[in-house]
Protein backbone atom coordinates (compact mmCIF):
# COMPACT_ATOMS: atom_id res chain seq x y z
CA UNK A 1 0.00 0.00 0.00
CA UNK A 2 1.33 3.23 -0.81
CA UNK A 3 0.57 6.62 0.17
CA UNK A 4 1.61 10.21 -1.02
CA UNK A 5 1.40 13.90 0.43
CA UNK A 6 2.52 15.04 4.57
CA UNK A 7 2.56 12.61 6.87
CA UNK A 8 1.17 13.94 10.50
CA UNK A 9 3.70 12.34 13.14
CA UNK A 10 2.27 14.07 16.16
CA UNK A 11 -1.02 15.05 15.10
CA UNK A 12 -1.38 18.14 17.56
CA UNK A 13 -1.02 21.54 15.24
CA UNK A 14 -2.58 23.86 18.08
CA UNK A 15 -0.34 26.42 20.32
CA UNK A 16 -0.81 25.22 23.78
CA UNK A 17 0.88 25.56 26.68
CA UNK A 18 2.74 22.20 27.78
CA UNK A 19 1.35 21.87 31.05
CA UNK A 20 -0.47 23.35 33.88
CA UNK A 21 1.62 24.70 37.35
CA UNK A 22 0.20 22.29 39.37
CA UNK A 23 1.06 19.53 37.11
CA UNK A 24 4.70 20.73 36.74
CA UNK A 25 4.75 20.34 40.49
CA UNK A 26 3.68 17.38 40.14
CA UNK A 27 6.33 16.06 38.35
CA UNK A 28 9.04 17.88 39.52
CA UNK A 29 8.08 15.92 42.77
CA UNK A 30 7.33 12.47 41.37
CA UNK A 31 11.43 13.25 39.15
CA UNK A 32 12.78 14.18 42.91
CA UNK A 33 11.27 10.97 44.48
CA UNK A 34 12.16 8.63 42.00
CA UNK A 35 15.92 10.50 41.30
CA UNK A 36 16.33 10.10 45.53
CA UNK A 37 15.16 6.22 45.44
CA UNK A 38 17.59 5.36 42.25
CA UNK A 39 20.60 7.27 44.08
CA UNK A 40 19.89 5.61 47.67
CA UNK A 41 19.83 1.87 46.05
CA UNK A 42 22.42 3.06 43.00
CA UNK A 43 19.11 1.03 40.93
CA UNK A 44 18.66 3.04 37.38
CA UNK A 45 15.41 1.06 37.32
CA UNK A 46 13.37 3.41 39.76
CA UNK A 47 14.48 6.27 38.66
CA UNK A 48 14.43 5.42 34.20
CA UNK A 49 10.63 6.45 33.83
CA UNK A 50 11.47 9.69 34.56
CA UNK A 51 15.19 10.59 32.84
CA UNK A 52 16.04 10.77 29.53
CA UNK A 53 18.48 12.25 27.01
CA UNK A 54 21.91 13.76 28.20
CA UNK A 55 20.48 13.87 32.16
CA UNK A 56 19.33 9.80 30.95
CA UNK A 57 22.46 8.44 30.25
CA UNK A 58 24.82 10.30 32.80
CA UNK A 59 22.53 9.12 35.90
CA UNK A 60 22.22 5.41 34.50
CA UNK A 61 25.86 5.16 34.18
CA UNK A 62 26.52 6.27 37.38
CA UNK A 63 24.38 4.47 39.11
CA UNK A 64 26.26 1.60 37.09
CA UNK A 65 28.93 2.51 38.57
CA UNK A 66 27.70 2.99 42.06
CA UNK A 67 26.43 -0.49 42.19
CA UNK A 68 29.47 -2.02 41.28
CA UNK A 69 31.52 -0.21 43.48
CA UNK A 70 29.04 -0.60 46.11
CA UNK A 71 26.24 -3.19 45.64
CA UNK A 72 24.41 -2.53 49.26
CA UNK A 73 23.40 1.00 47.97
CA UNK A 74 24.56 4.41 48.60
CA UNK A 75 26.32 4.62 52.17
CA UNK A 76 26.54 8.63 51.72
CA UNK A 77 23.09 8.77 50.28
CA UNK A 78 21.63 12.74 50.77
CA UNK A 79 17.95 13.23 49.87
CA UNK A 80 18.30 15.95 47.05
CA UNK A 81 16.04 18.34 48.60
CA UNK A 82 14.76 21.53 45.65
CA UNK A 83 12.85 24.34 47.18
CA UNK A 84 12.20 28.44 45.81
CA UNK A 85 10.52 26.68 42.74
CA UNK A 86 9.70 28.83 39.43
CA UNK A 87 7.98 27.71 36.76
CA UNK A 88 8.71 28.82 32.68
CA UNK A 89 6.06 26.65 30.53
CA UNK A 90 6.10 27.75 27.05
CA UNK A 91 3.03 27.61 24.70
CA UNK A 92 3.65 25.86 21.37
CA UNK A 93 2.19 23.97 18.95
CA UNK A 94 3.25 19.94 18.29
CA UNK A 95 5.58 17.71 20.28
CA UNK A 96 7.30 17.38 21.98
CA UNK A 97 6.29 19.85 24.60
CA UNK A 98 8.31 20.52 28.08
CA UNK A 99 9.14 23.26 30.48
CA UNK A 100 11.52 24.37 32.75
CA UNK A 101 12.03 24.39 36.39
CA UNK A 102 14.31 26.55 37.81
CA UNK A 103 15.02 25.63 41.62
CA UNK A 104 17.34 26.42 44.85
CA UNK A 105 19.28 23.26 45.96
CA UNK A 106 20.65 21.11 49.11
CA UNK A 107 23.52 20.56 46.60
CA UNK A 108 25.56 22.32 44.70
CA UNK A 109 26.29 25.67 47.19
CA UNK A 110 23.88 28.60 45.93
CA UNK A 111 23.68 27.76 42.68
CA UNK A 112 20.29 27.55 41.05
CA UNK A 113 19.19 24.16 39.46
CA UNK A 114 18.01 24.29 35.84
CA UNK A 115 15.31 21.26 34.87
CA UNK A 116 14.30 20.30 31.77
CA UNK A 117 11.25 18.61 31.62
CA UNK A 118 10.38 16.70 28.40
CA UNK A 119 7.68 14.84 26.66
CA UNK A 120 5.72 13.49 23.59
CA UNK A 121 2.53 12.47 24.42
CA UNK A 122 -0.45 12.96 27.03
CA UNK A 123 -0.05 9.77 27.62
CA UNK A 124 3.44 9.71 28.69
CA UNK A 125 5.16 10.97 31.45
CA UNK A 126 7.13 14.06 32.06
CA UNK A 127 11.32 13.43 31.71
CA UNK A 128 14.05 15.10 32.68
CA UNK A 129 16.56 15.33 29.52
CA UNK A 130 18.69 18.65 30.84
CA UNK A 131 19.91 19.17 34.50
CA UNK A 132 22.39 22.03 34.53
CA UNK A 133 23.41 24.25 37.67
CA UNK A 134 23.86 28.20 36.88
CA UNK A 135 25.43 30.80 39.19
CA UNK A 136 22.33 32.97 41.00
CA UNK A 137 21.48 35.76 39.16
CA UNK A 138 23.09 34.30 36.01
CA UNK A 139 19.11 33.03 35.03
CA UNK A 140 17.92 35.39 32.49
CA UNK A 141 14.75 36.73 32.45
CA UNK A 142 12.27 35.21 29.98
CA UNK A 143 9.60 36.57 27.60
CA UNK A 144 6.14 35.95 28.69
CA UNK A 145 2.82 36.42 27.25
CA UNK A 146 -0.12 38.55 29.16
CA UNK A 147 -1.32 35.01 30.72
CA UNK A 148 2.65 34.54 31.95
CA UNK A 149 3.68 31.31 29.20
CA UNK A 150 6.59 31.53 27.75
CA UNK A 151 7.53 31.41 24.25
CA UNK A 152 9.72 28.20 22.47
CA UNK A 153 12.50 29.02 19.90
CA UNK A 154 12.09 26.79 17.31
CA UNK A 155 15.67 25.10 16.53
CA UNK A 156 16.09 26.39 12.93
CA UNK A 157 15.57 29.87 14.34
CA UNK A 158 17.63 32.67 12.21
CA UNK A 159 17.00 35.65 14.38
CA UNK A 160 20.16 34.59 16.78
CA UNK A 161 23.56 34.49 17.08
CA UNK A 162 23.35 30.77 16.37
CA UNK A 163 20.84 28.39 15.54
CA UNK A 164 19.76 26.34 18.39
CA UNK A 165 19.89 23.33 16.14
CA UNK A 166 23.67 24.43 15.51
CA UNK A 167 25.07 24.94 18.72
CA UNK A 168 26.09 21.45 19.67
CA UNK A 169 28.19 21.08 16.64
CA UNK A 170 29.50 25.00 16.56
CA UNK A 171 30.60 23.99 20.53
CA UNK A 172 32.33 20.96 19.19
CA UNK A 173 33.85 22.92 16.62
CA UNK A 174 35.24 25.75 18.86
CA UNK A 175 36.47 22.92 21.38
CA UNK A 176 38.73 21.89 18.60
CA UNK A 177 39.57 24.68 17.11
CA UNK A 178 38.65 27.79 18.57
CA UNK A 179 36.57 30.82 17.08
CA UNK A 180 35.03 33.56 18.12
CA UNK A 181 31.72 32.27 18.60
CA UNK A 182 31.60 31.66 22.42
CA UNK A 183 32.15 34.27 24.48
CA UNK A 184 35.48 33.30 27.33
CA UNK A 185 34.64 31.18 30.44
CA UNK A 186 35.15 28.49 32.56
CA UNK A 187 33.30 26.08 29.98
CA UNK A 188 34.93 27.53 26.74
CA UNK A 189 38.62 29.18 26.66
CA UNK A 190 39.44 27.95 30.22
CA UNK A 191 38.61 24.36 29.42
CA UNK A 192 40.42 24.53 26.41
CA UNK A 193 43.33 26.17 27.46
CA UNK A 194 43.11 23.22 30.32
CA UNK A 195 42.94 20.26 27.65
CA UNK A 196 45.89 21.67 26.08
CA UNK A 197 47.78 21.64 29.11
CA UNK A 198 46.65 17.94 29.80
CA UNK A 199 47.34 16.97 26.12
CA UNK A 200 51.17 16.45 26.87
CA UNK A 201 52.21 15.00 30.12
CA UNK A 202 55.41 13.68 31.47
CA UNK A 203 55.11 10.00 30.74
CA UNK A 204 51.26 10.44 29.35
CA UNK A 205 49.60 11.62 25.67
CA UNK A 206 45.93 12.67 25.78
CA UNK A 207 44.05 12.96 22.77
CA UNK A 208 40.51 14.81 22.50
CA UNK A 209 37.37 13.38 20.39
CA UNK A 210 34.60 15.90 20.41
CA UNK A 211 30.97 15.20 18.73
CA UNK A 212 27.48 17.17 18.58
CA UNK A 213 24.55 15.24 20.01
CA UNK A 214 21.33 16.48 18.64
CA UNK A 215 18.98 13.26 17.76
CA UNK A 216 15.54 12.20 19.74
CA UNK A 217 15.70 13.31 23.31
CA UNK A 218 19.05 15.01 22.69
CA UNK A 219 17.89 17.73 20.56
CA UNK A 220 17.99 21.33 22.00
CA UNK A 221 15.20 23.54 23.41
CA UNK A 222 15.67 27.22 23.81
CA UNK A 223 13.12 29.57 25.44
CA UNK A 224 12.95 33.67 24.44
CA UNK A 225 14.51 35.30 26.97
CA UNK A 226 12.99 39.17 27.29
CA UNK A 227 15.98 40.77 25.51
CA UNK A 228 15.39 38.71 22.48
CA UNK A 229 17.82 35.96 22.56
CA UNK A 230 17.59 32.80 23.62
CA UNK A 231 18.23 30.17 26.60
CA UNK A 232 19.15 27.05 24.63
CA UNK A 233 20.10 24.06 26.33
CA UNK A 234 22.00 21.88 24.26
CA UNK A 235 24.04 18.12 24.26
CA UNK A 236 27.37 16.77 23.22
CA UNK A 237 29.67 13.94 23.30
CA UNK A 238 33.09 13.45 24.11
CA UNK A 239 35.71 10.75 24.23
CA UNK A 240 39.37 11.40 25.97
CA UNK A 241 42.00 8.79 25.03
CA UNK A 242 45.14 8.58 27.26
CA UNK A 243 47.80 6.42 25.81
CA UNK A 244 51.02 5.67 28.13
CA UNK A 245 54.57 5.97 27.20
CA UNK A 246 56.53 2.98 27.20
CA UNK A 247 57.71 2.22 30.80
CA UNK A 248 54.85 3.96 32.26
CA UNK A 249 51.55 3.43 33.09
CA UNK A 250 48.24 5.21 32.66
CA UNK A 251 46.97 7.06 36.35
CA UNK A 252 44.18 4.94 38.13
CA UNK A 253 40.88 6.60 36.61
CA UNK A 254 39.39 5.69 40.37
CA UNK A 255 36.66 3.02 41.26
CA UNK A 256 33.71 4.77 39.68
CA UNK A 257 35.57 5.15 35.96
CA UNK A 258 36.99 1.11 36.80
CA UNK A 259 33.41 -0.09 36.99
CA UNK A 260 32.38 1.19 33.57
CA UNK A 261 35.93 0.08 31.83
CA UNK A 262 35.92 -2.36 29.43
CA UNK A 263 38.97 -4.87 28.78
CA UNK A 264 41.84 -3.91 30.43
CA UNK A 265 44.47 -0.94 30.83
CA UNK A 266 47.81 -1.92 29.66
CA UNK A 267 49.25 1.33 28.10
CA UNK A 268 45.71 3.03 26.91
CA UNK A 269 42.86 4.78 28.33
CA UNK A 270 39.80 5.56 26.23
CA UNK A 271 36.86 7.04 28.25
CA UNK A 272 33.87 8.44 26.54
CA UNK A 273 31.36 11.46 28.44
CA UNK A 274 27.92 12.97 27.48
CA UNK A 275 27.49 16.47 28.47
CA UNK A 276 24.85 19.11 28.70
CA UNK A 277 25.25 22.23 28.43
CA UNK A 278 23.20 25.58 28.87
CA UNK A 279 24.27 28.95 26.70
CA UNK A 280 22.88 32.31 26.31
CA UNK A 281 22.23 32.61 22.45
CA UNK A 282 21.78 36.48 22.14
CA UNK A 283 19.80 37.95 19.43
CA UNK A 284 21.53 38.41 15.94
CA UNK A 285 23.17 42.20 16.34
CA UNK A 286 22.62 42.15 19.59
CA UNK A 287 25.95 43.42 22.12
CA UNK A 288 29.31 41.35 21.30
CA UNK A 289 26.90 38.58 19.32
CA UNK A 290 28.73 36.11 21.39
CA UNK A 291 27.28 33.33 23.07
CA UNK A 292 27.64 32.70 26.84
CA UNK A 293 27.78 29.10 28.24
CA UNK A 294 26.12 29.39 31.95
CA UNK A 295 26.83 25.88 32.77
CA UNK A 296 27.89 22.27 31.77
CA UNK A 297 27.18 19.30 33.72
CA UNK A 298 28.92 15.95 32.23
CA UNK A 299 29.45 12.44 33.25
CA UNK A 300 31.25 9.18 32.34
CA UNK A 301 29.42 6.50 30.33
CA UNK A 302 31.48 4.47 29.38
CA UNK A 303 35.39 3.49 29.06
CA UNK A 304 37.59 0.73 27.11
CA UNK A 305 41.21 -0.02 28.22
CA UNK A 306 43.70 -1.47 25.97
Keep these: MTASGCVVVHGEREVLPATTKAEAAKALEQFTDAYNAADKAYDSSLDAAHVTGALGAIDAARLKAGKTTSPGGNTTHTPLKLSDVTYTIPKKAGWPRWFVADAAG ?74 DLFADGSQTSVW ?25 AY ?13 VFFATHHYVKQTAHVGTTIPSPGEAALALTKGEIKQSLTMEFV ?18 VLGRIQGLTAAEGS
Design 275 to 292: SNEVALDPAKGAGGGKVT
Design 106 to 179: NKGGTARWLLVFTRNGLNEPFQVAYLTLVAQGKVPEFKKDADGWAEAVPANSTDLAAAPEDLSKSYTDYLKSGG
Design 192 to 216: RAGRAKDATRPGLATQYIDEPLTND
Design 219 to 231: APLALRTADGGAL
